[in-house]
T-cell receptor
Framework: SAVISQKPSRDICQRGTSLTIQCQVD?????MFWYRQQPGQSLTLIAT?????????ESGFVIDKFPISRPNLTFSTLTVSNMSPEDSSIYLC????????????FGNGTRLTVT | GIQVEQSPPDLILQEGANSTLRCNFS?????LQWFHQNPWGQLINLFY???GTKQNGRLSATTVATERYSLLYISSSQTTDSGVYFC?????????????FGTGTQLKVEL
């Protein structure tokens, strides 16, 4: 499966600031996603990162708060904007092996703490 | 939306013991995947199993889609099996590309 590199691996940020998380894949992939995992919780899909167009956001997530870029088939960024302590979570990049409805693989995640 | 419940929520095993984890889902699904999240947070895809049975070493999984459940079997458990196990489902219609994750089973394997 593809090798997914995510950075930073962790960060501590002040409230009101923004953090951009990068996800690099070692091969071209069609499907790329961003998930959030709040402390002690399961994973929730934030959005599907679409190459060359605006991301598709899930209910409860908006572009102003979580802008996403996907300039090509191997790279994506997620920005967490105007952070508050409630944004403290693990943010995970994931890719599908193939097209729609395929096995999913994850990067190592970014552990974010907002103070 | 679809509900995905896992049981038990927590499990403590002695090394060498066997266990069965269960995933129940409330609607028809297109596929089901099992993941292991290790204590450092890394998520590994264990199985892509929309139906039937698959085995990979000491792990095996069975999905009975018509009865809306899946089972993950861990045999001869080792301390490295510790972590959280998630099932995740992709629904047949209206779900787009979304995988809905279950509530998770926290497993601790002790010496």
């Amino acid at each position: 499966s593809a090798v997914i590199s995510q950075k930073p691996s962790r960060d501590i940020c002040q409230r009101g600031t923004s953090l951009t998380i990068q996800c690099q894949v070692d091969s071209q992939v069609t499907m790329m996603f961003w998930y959030r995992q709040q402390p002690g919780q399961s994973l929730t899909l934030i959005a599907t990162a679409n190459q060359g167009s605006e991301a598709t956001y899930e209910s409860g997530f908006v572009i102003d708060k979580f802008p996403i870029s996907r300039p090509n088939l191997t790279f994506s960024t997620l920005t967490v904007s105007n952070m508050s302590p409630e944004d403290s979570s693990i943010y995970l990049c994931s890719v599908g092996e193939g097209q729609y409805n395929s096995p999913l693989h994850f990067g190592n995640g970014t552990r974010l703490t907002v103070t | 939306g679809i509900q995905v419940e896992q049981s038990p929520p927590d499990l403590i095993l002695q090394e060498g013991a066997n266990s069965t984890l269960r995933c129940n889902f409330s609607d028809s699904v297109n596929n089901l995947q099992w993941f292991h999240q290790n204590p450092w947070g890394q998520l590994i895809n264990l199985f892509y199993i929309p139906s039937g049975t698959k085995q990979n070493g000491r792990l095996s999984a069975t999905t009975v889609a018509t009865e809306r459940y899946s089972l993950l079997y861990i045999s001869s458990s080792q301390t490295t099996d510790s972590g959280v196990y998630f099932c995740a489902v992709h629904i047949l219609t209206g779900g787009g590309n979304k995988l809905t994750f279950g509530t998770g089973t926290q497993l601790k394997v002790e010496l």
